[in-house]
């Protein structure tokens, strides 16, 4: 039997459960202390949603409930918005992995337009990364341990399957390691996304075939494995 036919029930319930998760009320997750939530948005740049090598319009369909997630914390009195963002050095390691992409000052690696012109913009922290990681060699560990108050972590952007699901779990599991109680990280699924890249152009390119259909269901599911609660999305 193969992998794919052994799989089947598997996938049949991911994608059931993905489909059972709940829609969360923002005024139920800031409550009366808005101080205690952030929002910690992951490469909603340029370069992965419309220009670059790796620039997908799948990524870019998230922009807009990411826009009006960011507008609604705001007007709920969230003020922490902390942005980790590709920033790489023009001969980073990782593009052995990756094409060359979103290199620091270059307009790849800028903020969207559409979150760089909401007028509290000047409020965000920009925490740059040379990898897929948001907190090896970043400031993000430093903004945390400056921020205790900070207890509940709205994650989202790209990619579901990357560096998303490294953010989520670095949030997740520094708090189990630290002994931090009651820590929430919560993963709207409307507001993250992975790009795709069918078998048949990868093997045309001679490139990694990615599913991203598959790869977002199955990392959502794996980060909710783990503590992280995935949900529809979050409303006002």
Request: net charge neutral; hydrophobic share 40%.
């Amino acid at each position: 039997m193969s992998l794919a036919t052994r799989a089947r029930p598997f996938i049949n319930y991911v994608e059931a459960w993905l489909a059972e998760r709940p829609t969360m009320k923002l005024s139920k997750i800031v409550g009366d202390d808005p101080s205690r939530v952030a929002i910690m948005c992951v490469d909603v740049i340029n370069g992965f949603c419309t220009v670059g090598p790796l620039a997908s319009p799948r990524v870019q369909g998230i922009v807009r409930p990411i826009v009006k997630l960011f507008k609604d914390a705001y007007a709920a009195g969230v003020r922490h918005f902390v942005l980790t963002q590709d920033a790489h050095d023009p001969n980073a390691v990782e593009f052995a992995q990756y094409p060359p992409h979103c290199v620091r000052g270059q307009d790849e690696a800028q903020t969207v337009p559409e979150l760089a012109r909401l007028p509290f913009a000047s409020e965000f922290v920009i925490i740059e990364k040379n990898s897929l990681s948001s907190s090896i060699g970043t400031k993000l560990d430093p903004w945390l341990e400056e921020h205790p108050e900070v207890k509940t972590f709205i994650v989202v952007g790209d990619c579901t399957d990357l560096c998303t699901y490294q953010l989520a779990m670095h949030l997740r599991l520094r708090a189990n390691a630290l002994q931090i109680p009651d820590v929430r990280v919560i993963v709207p699924e409307n507001c993250v996304q992975t790009y795709d890249t069918p078998v048949k152009v990868a093997q045309k390119l001679g490139i990694p075939a990615h599913d991203g259909d598959l790869l977002h269901a199955i990392f959502l599911y794996n980060m909710a494995c783990n503590g992280v609660e995935v949900v529809k999305k979050i409303t006002r």
